[in-house]
Every structure is written in structure tokens, then in C-alpha cells.
């Protein structure tokens, strides 16, 4: 599956045909093919007779009754075919959940459940009650299908809590400026699925997990909250967060009561699981590295995009700033914005408004901002293309009102892949002209 942007040539135009914008859109989409989840799945898993190869590691086939093939994420559908492709009807039974606007006609053993993002619905408790419903033997294998995203697309909350109660909490966690480790603290609180609640479902299997990682550090435990992976938050740890971002007074009651009430169970001990990345935003940022500079662009500097958008914003116009011609600036992460407005927008979106506003007087200067899986914040870009030469004067009412991608609009430049079927966070790419 080639992910491309579909409005490139409509895109270049309104930059006015720039060499640098072409070059710019041609080596985000070669990094889109590089961490396409199919590809990585046979780049790093084999099966060799009776033999399954997970880079190095060798698992005999013959020593399991039943192999399960279960997942969650954006990259998980992917994965999936490949796996599938792989092992075919040695799969007991299969189940993942994904986006459910992602197409999912490859599959003829593994279920796959369309579910909601960012917040979560119907589709997402069924995906976790089929999960949740197997009753494996002793000898069985779980190939456990992890990847960003996955927080929303399976879930199955404590007993008296509701969907309802669900999506009015993801909706104040996204909106309360907590980072992702934080917010997915507070998901794992009140999960029956969440922290290493599966992998403790699933003992005494044996557990491989492959995952496309869209936490920075590559912290499984963060990663679609970590299913299969003991990583718990502490009780401390959950009152600290819903005290700094004031939760108790947004949170649903019956949530804010399971989270008052929060005591982490022990889940993972006896269990036998590995764990191995197929690919993550350090593996994009390299990416981009080489396709810029194959395109004559020097990459000079590079910045973390995880923390605060304005810090962020800060730190890359000061990096711009000491650029040369030709030189490039890139970075990987994923900042945070408080959003206080009701405008359509997007955190790769309100960093392109930022630089382009705070760049004053630069000139000649272009850029990419955009997200891996192809949707930015509540929009259907997968980010923009920015440049200092266009037009800026509507740039700071666009972002006191929280309503970037009206004005990217505006400008011609906001950028559409659809869904990539991938998430290792977000990039940036800044060339001086």
C-alpha cells in the first residue's frame, strides 16, 4: 500500500511551484513507506517450517496448541495482514480492533473491529469483551498487535462506569493538556484492560509482542496504554496528575470516584512475554534525515517537538534562524496544546501557524508540519506545508481562535494522505531557501 499525499501538485502550486515544497512533500511520503506496518512485519518476522523468527528470537510452532493473534492501534490492521500472510491457518483465533474509518478487507482469519478514535465507542468494548472472552490452554502463543492509538480502541472501563462516562473522559483528558504518558495514567486507572490487565488475562501463554511505538523512549507501558505490558501507575502517581490538571472538577462522578478510590492490582507476575519495536518516531526522524539530504538539503539542526507547542515553537525559530541557505532543520515527538477555543485545528497545524507568525521577517524559509497517521486534531489533514513568504496576516486571530486548519485552508497548503495505517508520532522539516 503506497501512502501518498493525494493533493501534492494543488499544494506545490499554492507555494508557488517551490523546489523546496516538492522536495519537502517527496521525503515525508518516502518516510510514510518506510514505516508502512506490513513491510516492517516481513522485514522482522519469520517462519521458517515450524520455526517463527521474531528478529533472533526462535519460537518452535510445535510446542503450542493455539496461537491467538490479537492487537490494538492504528498500525495494527497492517500488521495483521502480514501475521496472517505469515502463519495462515495456524492461527487459532484472531481479534484486533482499529480505527473504525480504516478499511480492513485482507483479513479471512483474524476479526478485525472497527472502533472510535480519538474517543472511544461500542466498537471498542466489543473488540476488549472478545478478548476478554477467550479462555486459552497452557500451551498456547498470543502475537499481541500493539501500536499508538490503542488507548481508544480497546477498552472495557470498571464495572459502574459507562461508555458515556468514557468518551466525556477521554474528551477532558485530551483538552487538559496532560502529555499522552499522563493521560494514559489516568486511562489505565479505570480499565479492565489497560497496564498488563490482558497479559495477566492471558497467563500462562506465552506472549511476543510486536509493536510500532508512538510514545517517545519507546515506553510500552504508554504504548495503546499497554495491554500486555505490566506498567501500572502508581496511586501517587494518579493523584498528582488529576491535582495539576484540575480533573476532579471535569472528570464524570462515577470516574472521579474509581479514581479517587484507584489502588493498582499486581498484574504480570508468572507471565512470559517478549517484547520487540518495529519501528518508532526515531526511526522516522533518521528517515527523514536521509530522504531530505538525498534531495540536497543539508540537515543542520534537530529538536524534540515533545513538550508545550509554544516551547517547541520557541526552540525551532531560534534553530531556523541560524540555518544557512540550504540547510535544514528536522524534529519528531509530539507537542502539546491546551486547546481554550471551538476553532478545527491540530497540534502539527498550530505548530505551522506559530513558526510561521514568529519567523517575522524571514524570508525564503519552508516547511513541513504533519502527523504520521494522517489525521491532524478533530481535521482530515495530516498536517500542512508553511512557508514565510505567504501571507500572515490572519495567522494570529487563526490561532487565538484555535482554528488553524480553516486558515491553512485559506492558504492552500494543508496536506491529505487519508489514513497512512501507521502512528510513530508526528515530524517536522524546515528548509532555509
Request: hydrophobic letters at 40%.
Amino acid at each position: 500500500m503506497a501512502v501518498q499525499v493525494l493533493n501534492k501538485e494543488d499544494v506545490i502550486k499554492a507555494l508557488g511551484g517551490s523546489r523546496i515544497a516538492a522536495g519537502l512533500i517527496d521525503s515525508y511520503e518516502g518516510v510514510l513507506r518506510s514505516i508502512d506496518p506490513y513491510s516492517l512485519v516481513k522485514k522482522h518476522v519469520k517462519v521458517n517450517g515450524y520455526q517463527l523468527i521474531v528478529d533472533g528470537e526462535t519460537l518452535k510452532l510445535d510446542d503450542f496448541n493455539e496461537i491467538y493473534v490479537v492487537g490494538t492501534g492504528k498500525a495494527t490492521y497492517r500488521m495483521a495482514v502480514a501475521v496472517e500472510e505469515l502463519l495462515g491457518n495456524r492461527i487459532t483465533y484472531g481479534v484486533i480492533s482499529i480505527p473504525r474509518t480504516q478499511e480492513a478487507s485482507g483479513l479471512r482469519v483474524i476479526s478485525a473491529i472497527g472502533a472510535g478514535h480519538p474517543l472511544p465507542d461500542a466498537g471498542s468494548i466489543e473488540a476488549a469483551r472478545q478478548m476478554l472472552s477467550l479462555r486459552p490452554s497452557a500451551r498456547c502463543l498470543v502475537i499481541a498487535l500493539i501500536s499508538g492509538g490503542g488507548s481508544a480502541l480497546l477498552e472495557l472501563p470498571e464495572d459502574e462506569i459507562t461508555l458515556e462516562d468514557l468518551v466525556k473522559t477521554n474528551d477532558a483528558l485530551l483538552r487538559s493538556g496532560a502529555t499522552i504518558t499522563e493521560v494514559n495514567c489516568i486511562r489505565k486507572a479505570i480499565s479492565r484492560v489497560k497496564g498488563g490487565k490482558l497479559l495477566e488475562h492471558f497467563k500462562p501463554c506465552r506472549v511476543i509482542q510486536l509493536t510500532i511505538s508512538d510514545v517517545i523512549g519507546d515506553d510500552l507501558s504508554s504504548v495503546a496504554s499497554g495491554p500486555f505490558f505490566p506498567g501500572l501507575c502508581s496511586k501517587e502517581q494518579v493523584e498528582e496528575i488529576v491535582k495539576r490538571y484540575g480533573l476532579l472538577e471535569v472528570l464524570p462522578e462515577r470516574v472521579a470516584r474509581a479514581v479517587i478510590g484507584y489502588a493498582p492490582p499486581r498484574v504480570g507476575q508468572g507471565t512470559k512475554a517478549t517484547y520487540h519495536v518495529l519501528a518508532n518516531n526515531a526511526f522516522a526522524l533518521r528517515k527523514l534525515r536521509e530522504e531530505l539530504e538525498a534531495r540536497g538539503f543539508k540537515v543542520a539542526a534537530e529538536i524534540s517537538l515533545t513538550n508545550e507547542v509554544e516551547s517547541v515553537a520557541i526552540k525551532a525559530v531560534n534553530e531556523v534562524k541560524a540555518l544557512s541557505t540550504g540547510q535544514a532543520l528536522v524534529g519528531g515527538g509530539e507537542a502539546t496544546v491546551k486547546v481554550r477555543g471551538r476553532g478545527k485545528g491540530g497540534r502539527t497545524l498550530h505548530l505551522a501557524a506559530l513558526l510561521m507568525l514568529w519567523l517575522g521577517k524571514e524570508s525564503g524559509v519552508y516547511g513541513i508540519s504533519a502527523t504520521t497517521d494522517g489525521m491532524d486534531g478533530n481535521t482530515d489533514a495530516a498536517g500542512c506545508l508553511f512557508s514565510t513568504d505567504l501571507n500572515r496576516e490572519q495567522l494570529k486571530e487563526s490561532l487565538e481562535n484555535y482554528d488553524t486548519y480553516s486558515e491553512f485552508l485559506r492558504l492552500g497548503t494543508i496536506i491529505r494522505t487519508g489514513y497512512t495505517g501507521t502512528n510513530v508520532n508526528d515530524l517536522l522539516a524546515i528548509v532555509k531557501g
